[in-house]
T-cell receptor, first 113, second 113 residues
Framework: DTEVTQTPKHLVMGMTNKKSLKCEQH?????MYWYKQKAKKPPELMFV???????INESVPSRFSPECPNSSLLNLHLHALQPEDSALYLC????????????FGDGTRLSIL | EDQVTQSPEALRLQEGESSSLNCSYT??????LFWYRQDPGKGPEFLFT???AGEEKEKERLKATLTKKESFLHITAPKPEDSATYLC??????????????FGAGTQVVVTP
């Protein structure tokens, strides 16, 4: 079991739906991340939050909207997604400071119909 | 431009047959190099962080080493449960302290009984 919990584990949605992915950690980490991973590819960074503020947006389309309500919780709001957005969405967190490893959840498997 | 290259892409081993995975990197100053293992349908699991050339880390049958241009992950007497995709990631000195990682494409390891 990982210490980063992601819900739901699986999500199927249509292109006109609005849904949200949730990520929670209770390790006291102050940085949280969203990644997208396609099959047989490495994770690709989408967003980084540092002390609940968005610090990095890797030119992600606006149909993905991140939110960090508090230091333990990270959400990813989804709207009007495209079939190519189908992927495994991973959340990670890390402690403050340089060189600290990121700890990943097991992801949400997203399928867009 | 920063680059991380892993080889081989895939490795098939018999149980007990030791081998090494390679991660070569080109970055404008290395802040840290990270090894992860990823099982199908799961998030990456953190294994090691290496910071400077000459450093070595060990965990059970795994040993990671670092030079100025590459890192090796040695698997000694592997067991079937060592089957996974092994990912290497680097954090460059030019990135902010919250760890923008660049991943290699991974090496898929299969250990047969």
């Amino acid at each position: 079991d990982t210490e980063v919990t992601q819900t739901p584990k699986h999500l199927v949605m249509g292109m006109t739906n609005k849904k949200s992915l949730k990520c929670e950690q209770h390790m006291g980490h102050r940085a949280m991340y969203w990644y997208k991973q396609k099959a047989k590819k490495p994770p690709e960074l989408m967003f980084v939050y540092s002390y609940e503020k968005l610090s990095i947006n890797e030119s992600v389309p606006s149909r993905f909207s991140p939110e960090c309500p508090n230091s333990s919780l990270l959400n990813l709001h989804l709207h009007a997604l495209q079939p190519e957005d189908s992927a495994l969405y991973l959340c990670a967190s890390s402690p403050k400071g340089v060189n600290q490893p990121q700890h990943f959840g097991d992801g949400t498997r997203l399928s867009i119909l | 431009e920063d680059q991380v290259t892993q080889s081989p892409e895939a490795l098939r081993l018999q149980e007990g047959e030791s081998s090494s995975l390679n991660c070569s990197y080109t970055v404008s100053g290395l802040r840290g190099l990270f090894w992860y293992r990823q099982d199908p349908g799961k998030g990456p699991e953190f294994l090691f962080t290496l910071y400077s050339a000459g450093e070595e880390k060990e965990k059970e049958r795994l040993k990671a080493t670092l030079t100025k241009k590459e890192s090796f992950l040695h698997i000694t007497a592997p067991k079937p449960e060592d089957s996974a995709t092994y990912l290497c990631a680097v954090q460059a000195l030019t990135t902010d302290s919250w760890g923008k990682l660049q991943f290699g494409a991974g090496t898929q390891v299969v250990v047969t009984p």
